[in-house]
């Protein structure tokens, strides 16, 4: 049976350069898998090139057996892959239950006929949206912020919420970019704790993240880059003892 996201290849140079060197690496349906390694290794490149922000000069990318190679990042999401930004994307006037009603607006099937005949179809997906958005507050524990307006919030929480709002569609994937960078330890804590709850209720992500004491405790396998390549992978304790990771990061030989 194939892998919910699989990455073959993938391959992506500036100027002649390889940010990405023939990169293969596959995402099991409600498995976390976190991406770790020194600062231009080809991260944030893989993210780029696998959501479509960046094209990729070669490789292939399918999620679900469909082909992502080539579609805008708008056909990707609507395709049911989502993603988060390190840099915190939150209408601070807006409360935490707009913010994640807001984030349901290009995924709406109802058209303007709907919207001023205040149709059934159109009653029903605002229900929908708002029972899906209550369920994803509890599942992080802002509850309490509900209806309070996001600037409010702290960097973590704002965070949290960027996350949910990803997972508003109810998407195949969510790959989250730096989810805890900047963030306080006790907030890093909780954002493990939410990604966990949320896990057991049967989402997948790819997380890629420099905090490597955060994905070593919170995802099933771990996917090592170095200068472009995919160095590693595999459970976090082997990952964790191998020498080569080691020398990756630190530039010397255990």
Avoid at 135 to 142: H, K, P, Q, S
Avoid at 177 to 194: C, F, K, L, M, T
């Amino acid at each position: 049976m194939s892998a919910l996201l699989e990455v073959h290849g993938l391959s992506k140079a500036y100027h002649g350069v390889r940010a990405l060197d023939d990169v293969s690496f596959s995402v099991e349906s409600s498995q976390i898998v976190g991406v770790i390694g020194p600062n231009g290794s080809g991260k944030s490149t893989m993210i780029d090139c696998i959501s479509s922000f960046q094209r990729a000069d070669r490789g292939t990318v399918t999620l679900a057996g469909q082909s992502l190679i080539g579609l805008p990042p708008q056909k990707i999401a609507l395709a049911g892959l989502m993603r988060t930004f390190q840099n915190v994307r939150v209408y601070e006037h807006l409360s935490v239950m707009e913010t994640l009603l807001n984030a349901m607006v290009p995924f709406d099937a109802a058209n303007w006929v709907d919207a001023l005949l205040r149709t059934k179809r159109l009653r029903t997906a605002e229900a929908d949206a708002r029972g899906r958005a209550d369920e994803l507050i509890a599942l992080v524990g802002l509850q309490r912020y509900r209806d309070a307006p996001s600037g409010i919030l702290s960097y973590g929480q704002k965070k949290l919420v960027s996350l949910i709002a990803a997972l508003m569609p109810r998407p195949k994937l969510v790959v989250l970019d730096e989810p805890v960078a900047g963030v306080n330890p006790s907030r890093i804590r909780e954002i493990e704790q939410a990604i966990a709850r949320l896990r057991a209720a049967g989402e997948t992500f790819l997380i890629v993240e420099h905090n490597t004491e955060f994905i070593m405790n919170l995802c099933d396998a771990v996917i090592v880059f170095d200068q472009g390549r995919k160095l590693t992978e595999g459970p976090p304790q082997v990952v964790h003892a191998d020498p080569r990771v080691l020398e990756a990061y630190l530039g010397v030989r255990a």
